[in-house]
Each structure stands twice: as structure tokens, then as C-alpha cells.
């Protein structure tokens, strides 16, 4: 056992980075673009060129995903991007835009294309004019000091321009100036913008979204929200905490009765307590959450005779001036309604199962052997045909713990829960990708954990199972 458990947490270690790997591919591939510096306008974002480029910065949305090929870059694919951007060859609006952005996101791997158009005495002058512009937005993105400005009053490599809009039109006198100065600094700097192959290598593997979410996420830092500029983790832990509340009470509530359930309907099989027990589990199986707890509220806090519970949240309103162990009597007081309702729909899952499972091994020799032995029914039925009837139990329990962690959207939503479901919703709604990525990261460590846990009381529960 022991061999097996060091063997899977070996295993857990590529598993997680592939599954890593996976959602920051597929959220790099998902639309959308922060909210705008006045706040949403009829349902529509329409957020600032700037605003754009912080955000894309602070997702690091301006890397390649997983691997940065960016030093192969070749100064074609430059010039087409320039030519683009100012909306030359017939571009869109559209397509100037992202050209645009490409260009903001190649960041100082096009230095050297740039400096190499911008020194072009061949080039049409409008593409240089794009490239001077480009050369001084770049420095003043990435840091690196521009030159100083030339004689004559022209454009300054300083004045940034917004490619895809407008760019300056300075005279061939003023270009050729612009383009002595960025040689001078380029030679200067060249080793800073001419890669070797062990440089290469690095940008290859390193200078990626991947790469560096895994350095922060060793740090346990995943982020800050682009809702509220906080950090996401002490979010997503508070979330989880308000979805735990109701979620295992609800799942140990559904497992005590699964079994019990199972089995009567089992020894009862085409009787009827089978009957009374599979519509049961049917009936709770098809009813939906958000049905079940709006009819319980209607039911027990609505003004009927039946009114006894409070209304959502999760405490009261002066919870502050309790004592603590009033403190922990109102929480429970607030939870039997979602508790209950979490419950009922786990456990029509869990008790059909059971009943399945005691059911299979009601005829099994070990049953039928241990009966020849002339032990009690009850000492059966408990202790050989139960323990091996809970194994799907056991195996869909391990399923149920992403389910715990992450809560139920709509459960949360009917009783005013602040949980991790409705959390991820507002995360997605809002185009939060660093809280959408740990939630994602939350439920797949939860996946791999509730695996691990499944396989181990499996064996724990029938000696006949080995792990290999």
C-alpha cells in the first residue's frame, strides 16, 4: 500500500502540470477583454487601448501559451504586421487592431527587425515612419531608454505612436536621423536583442504563460483579480470555505442514509419496500436543486404554519454580539436548508447505487458461504455483503470531492451562498482569468486527491482489491 500510495504521488506531479498545461491553453483561447475605465456601458465592454495592454500585461496574455518560438521571428512577418496595423493592403478595422496588439505582444524580440526596417533606405518612408513609431512604443513598453531627441525639432524615438491609428509623418531628413540614433543605441544593445541557442532554449520553455504560472504558483501566488486588484487566493479559499459548509455536511448526511436505503431495497427486491425505496431515490434523482431548495424555502420560511428557518445567507444579521457557541448554533440553524437540499439530490445518486451494488452481491459464493456457516443474517448482511456492496460508494465519493470543494452554482444562488460556484461564475462573467484558473486548478488537485482516496478505501473495504 505504501509503495502505491508514494508511486500515485510521484504520478500526481506530471499529472497537474499537464493539467495546468490544459487550461492555460484553453483560456488562452476563450474571447474577451476587460472591463472599461467607466464601467460597463449598456451590457458592452469597450475598454481603452491602455486599459487592454494593462490587462493583457497582467495576465501575461502578451506571452506565447507554451512554447515561445519568438526568436525565430523573422523581419517579413514584422513588416506585414506594420503595414497591417496602419490599415494598408486593404486591413479591417479588426485587423488593424490585432496586428496592432501582435506587434505590442512581440515586445523587444522585433527590436532588431524594427531598427533593420527603420535603416532600409529601399523601404517605402510610410513603413519606416511605422517602424520609428513601433521602435518608440516598444522601449517605452519594455523599459530600455530611448535615444535622445535628434536635432530639428522632428519626431523624438521617444514619442511613442499608436500603430493600427496614427503614426508621425516626418521628413526623409528627420527618418534618416531617427534611423542613425536607433542604430547607434542598437549597436550599443545589441546583445540584449540577439539571442544565443542557449538563449533561445530558455525563451523556448521559460518566457511562456505556462512557465510562469508555475513559478508563481510554487510561490502559491495565483494572481490578483482583474475585478477588484486583490489577491485571488485568500478569495478562493474564503469561497470554498462558505461551499464546504453546506456541501459535507450534505455529503455525510447522503452517504448514512445511501446504505441503509440500498440495502432495504435490496432485501426487499420487488417488494414493497424495493418499490417505496427506487421511486424515492427516482423521484429526489429527478427533481432539480434550484426546484427542490425554492420549495423548501417556500415551505419553511415563507409565512406558512411551517415557517421555522431563516431565510439564506449564513447567518444572522447580528451574528457579531453572539458567543460562539451561539455563533456556531446560528450557522447550523442556516444550513439545514441547503444542507438538506444538497443532501437529497446526492443521495438519490448514492442510494441507487448501493441498491446496484447489494444486489450484485447478494448471490456472490462469499454470501451464499457465509450463510452455510450458519451466521446471522444481520452479521451477512453487515459484515460481508454490505462492506462490498459500498465500494461504488466509495468510488463515486471520490468523484464527490471536486463537487464538495467547488459547491453547487445553484444551490449557492437559491440560498444567497457566498461558495466557490458562484464565485467562478462572476470570475468567468467578468473575464477573470487568473480566478478562473485557480478555481480550475482547485477542482483538478480535488480530482486527482478524490482518485487516490477512492482506490485506497476500496482496498481498505475488500481485501480482494490490489493496487498495483
Request: charged share 15%; proline share 6%.
Amino acid at each position: 500500500m505504501l509503495r502505491y500510495l508514494a508511486m500515485r504521488l510521484l504520478l500526481f506531479v506530471p499529472a497537474f502540470l499537464a493539467i495546468i498545461a490544459l487550461n492555460t491553453l484553453l483560456l488562452s483561447l476563450l474571447p474577451g477583454s476587460p472591463p472599461s475605465e467607466g464601467g460597463m456601458q449598456d451590457g458592452v465592454s469597450n475598454p481603452s487601448a491602455e486599459t487592454l495592454r494593462r490587462y493583457r500585461q497582467m495576465h501575461q496574455m502578451d506571452r506565447p501559451t507554451l512554447l515561445n518560438t519568438r526568436f525565430a521571428l523573422r523581419e517579413s512577418r514584422v513588416r506585414e504586421l506594420l503595414l497591417r496595423s496602419a490599415g494598408l493592403g486593404g486591413a479591417s478595422i479588426k485587423e488593424q487592431r490585432l496586428a496592432a496588439q501582435k506587434l505590442d505582444d512581440l515586445g523587444s524580440t522585433s527590436v532588431r527587425h524594427l531598427v533593420a526596417i527603420l535603416a532600409d533606405d529601399d523601404a517605402q518612408q510610410r513603413l519606416r515612419s511605422l517602424a520609428a513609431a513601433q521602435l518608440a512604443r516598444t522601449m517605452d513598453l519594455d523599459g530600455p531608454p530611448a535615444p535622445a531627441e535628434p536635432a530639428g525639432g522632428g519626431s523624438s524615438p521617444g514619442s511613442a505612436a499608436n500603430p493600427g491609428m496614427t503614426e508621425p509623418q516626418p521628413h526623409l531628413s528627420t527618418l534618416e536621423d531617427l534611423s542613425r540614433l536607433w542604430g547607434d543605441w542598437y549597436d550599443t544593445h545589441r546583445e540584449d536583442y540577439e539571442y544565443s541557442p542557449r538563449e533561445c532554449l530558455e525563451m523556448l520553455f521559460l518566457d511562456t504563460r505556462f512557465a510562469d504560472y508555475i513559478s508563481r504558483l510554487l510561490a502559491l501566488d495565483l494572481g490578483v483579480s482583474a475585478i477588484d486588484g486583490q489577491p485571488v487566493l485568500p478569495a478562493v479559499v474564503m469561497s470554498m470555505k462558505h461551499s464546504l459548509c453546506f456541501t459535507l455536511p450534505g455529503i455525510v448526511l447522503a452517504t448514512a442514509l445511501a446504505l441503509p436505503l440500498g440495502m432495504l431495497a435490496a432485501i426487499g427486491r420487488g417488494g414493497t419496500s424495493d418499490r417505496a425505496v427506487s421511486v424515492l431515490l427516482l423521484l429526489l434523482y429527478s427533481m432539480p436543486g434550484f426546484f427542490l431548495g425554492t420549495v423548501l424555502l417556500q415551505i419553511f420560511t415563507l409565512g406558512t404554519p411551517f415557517s421555522w428557518l431563516p431565510t439564506g445567507s449564513l447567518h444572522s444579521d447580528d451574528i457579531g454580539r453572539l458567543s460562539t457557541l451561539r455563533q456556531v448554533a446560528d450557522l447550523a440553524w442556516h444550513l439545514v436548508l441547503p444542507v438538506s437540499t444538497y443532501a437529497a439530490g446526492s443521495l438519490a445518486l448514492l442510494g441507487l447505487h448501493a441498491r446496484s451494488g447489494m444486489l450484485e452481491v447478494m448471490g456472490a459464493d462469499y454470501v451464499l458461504a457465509a450463510r452455510a456457516r450458519g451466521l446471522s443474517e444481520a452479521r451477512v448482511l453487515l459484515g460481508h455483503a454490505a462492506r462490498n456492496a459500498s465500494l461504488p460508494i466509495l468510488t463515486l465519493l471520490g468523484s464527490a470531492l471536486p463537487a464538495m470543494l467547488g459547491g453547487s452554482v445553484v444551490i449557492e444562488y437559491v440560498f444567497g451562498i457566498p461558495g466557490l460556484g458562484l464565485y467562478m461564475v462572476d470570475a468567468v462573467r467578468a473575464h477573470d482569468f487568473n480566478a478562473v484558473m485557480a478555481v480550475l486548478l482547485t477542482g483538478s488537485l480535488a480530482t486527482l486527491v478524490g482518485i487516490l482516496l477512492a482506490d485506497l478505501a476500496c482496498m481498505v473495504a475488500d481485501p480482494r482489491v490490489r493496487l498495483g
